[in-house]
């Protein structure tokens, strides 16, 4: 029963989580287009009101005209528009997620088999740290370099360097499915910290100076501005990494912590791509196919590098699924289940709804069997090694024979 409510809740969240992500990176994407795309204001009354930049759209049938004011508009309107739950619903529901599928069942999720040290209690506190430490690292080093003349190429480097330490330390500490995903959620919580510490916080700051008629600092404006630019280039890795943890040979591959980093790499290339692309349709800057093409190779040559390889003739296992011995039963794969999977899919726990020690209970998942056992390689959940090659082709062959489990 635990289990059964628990994937409600898990699925219940991922939806909320899902949305409130869309509409987050959906306002983030269209204002950063929207700023790349201003152009100085034709009208003369613009200009003369403290606008410095005019977009001219046409959308769902309606012409839409934003300007952008110079530092802040000489007067508030009434009504003003935020933008923040977007980003704090997405973190919200994203925490409740991670806590529901990762934190719950720490034991089975966070507790890397090859790191028996790791108790689950410490495996949390480890996850958790993850967010905090990082956060605050990145903010330190926004706030040392980030204000410096020319000081952006020297944050994006050791942001860089920070995320590359991060991946290389969690795939070392956390099964690969829940270091993917970490790290994905590392990112994420230090882009809702930029909105919640700087940019909501710098405009509440420019409001209140234009209530109380006080001169408004341009620096919130700017400090605001290159969180938020941060956080644009985070938004694919950040995707990639909370949707690669579906895909078993992909965070299971030996040097997985690489494998994340040359993909969330290539991620940011190609935003850099689209981002520049706007200031090149006016003539700001030149066409960034370079971006593109780093990201594209980036991918096609991880793509190359994690092909599936031939097994060796004389490492391939015994031929246990020939002719001679006949098509792998269910008697012979019973006892498999029992030590493999019967402590997680069994009377006491039953992960996901499995349970595999009846024969009609392995009949009934024969075919998610055979995807996470054959085609995913994601069972023994945490530590796929354990089943042999011999074992999984036995498998293989039992389903692909019809999955009979009777005589
Ligand atoms: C250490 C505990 C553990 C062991 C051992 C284990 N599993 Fe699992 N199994 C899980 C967990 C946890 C999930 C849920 C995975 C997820 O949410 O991605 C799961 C999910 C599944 C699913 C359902 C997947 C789905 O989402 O539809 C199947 C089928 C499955 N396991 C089969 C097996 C088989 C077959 C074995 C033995 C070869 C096995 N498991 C061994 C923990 C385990």
Redesign the pocket.
Known sequence: MESYLLDWASLLLRWLHVITAIAWVGSSFYFVFLDSSLTPPVNEDLRKQGVNGELWAVHGGGFYHPVKFNVAPPRLPTHLHWFFWESYSTWLSGFALLTV?YLW?AD??LVNPANPLMSSNLAIAAALAFLLLFWLLYDGICRIFGQREKGEPIVAALVLALVCVATYLACHLFPG?AAFLLMGAMLATSMSANVFFWIIPGQRTVVADLKAGRTVDPIHGKRGKQRSVHNTYFTLPVLFAMLSNHYGWLYSHELNWLVLILMMFAGAAIRQFFVMRHGYLLGRNSHPWPYALAGVLVLLGTIAWLRPMPVESSARPAPVETAAVGPTGYAQLAG??AQ??V???GAAVQ??N?R?DSPQEVKA?AV??Y???VQLR??????PDA?SQEERQMIRQWFESGARVGP
């Not at 994601?378 to 530590?383: E, I, R």
């Open positions: 599928s069942n089975v999720y499915q498999l289940f493999h999977c402590v997680c899919h992960q996901k499995v595999l998942h998610q069997i995807q996470q056992v994601k069972m023994p959940f945490g530590n089943l």
